[in-house]
């Protein structure tokens, strides 16, 4: 069961920038997919996630318009597609899945879940 995400970097505020996230192995099972962030010093918290119980995909407000998640079957990857960076999504992102049926209730925020964790990747947004 592994995660592989990657794609960060250094882009220009404005500017896009996309993620991927492999899974493999029995970590395609799972009952939902989510991307997070850290910033130093802080709690991880969730921004995007893809719930296969009812097919929705959800957003944390901070990036709902900007961000889009997407799923590829074929290839076992989900996306983060981040458009319009800003400073403040300098962090390092994460990928995890999920093995505990759960109900995402909130249109604008994602909790923090996550049985199987990706490495993470850093993404720096310059001003």
């Known amino acids: 069961v592994q995660l592989q995400a990657s794609g960060g970097g250094l882009v220009q505020t404005g500017g896009s920038l996309r993620l991927s996230c492999a899974a493999s192995?029995?970590?395609?099972?799972?009952?939902?997919i989510g991307w997070f962030r850290q910033f130093p010093g802080k709690v991880r918290e969730g921004i995007a996630c893809?719930?296969?119980?009812?097919?929705?995909?959800y957003y944390d407000e901070s990036v709902k318009g900007r961000f889009t998640m997407s799923r590829d079957y074929a290839e076992n990857t989900v996306r983060l597609q981040m458009t319009g960076v800003k400073p403040e999504d300098t962090a390092v992102y994460y990928c995890?899945?999920?093995?505990?049926?759960?109900?995402?209730?909130?249109?604008?925020?994602?909790?923090?879940?996550?049985?199987?964790w990706g490495k993470g990747t850093q993404v720096t947004v310059s001003s």
């Open positions: 995890a899945a999920d093995f505990t049926r759960r109900k995402f209730g909130s249109d604008t925020s994602v909790p923090l879940f996550g049985d199987v």
């Open positions: 192995g029995s970590a395609t099972d799972y009952y939902a």
């Open positions: 893809i719930s296969n119980v009812d097919g929705r995909t």
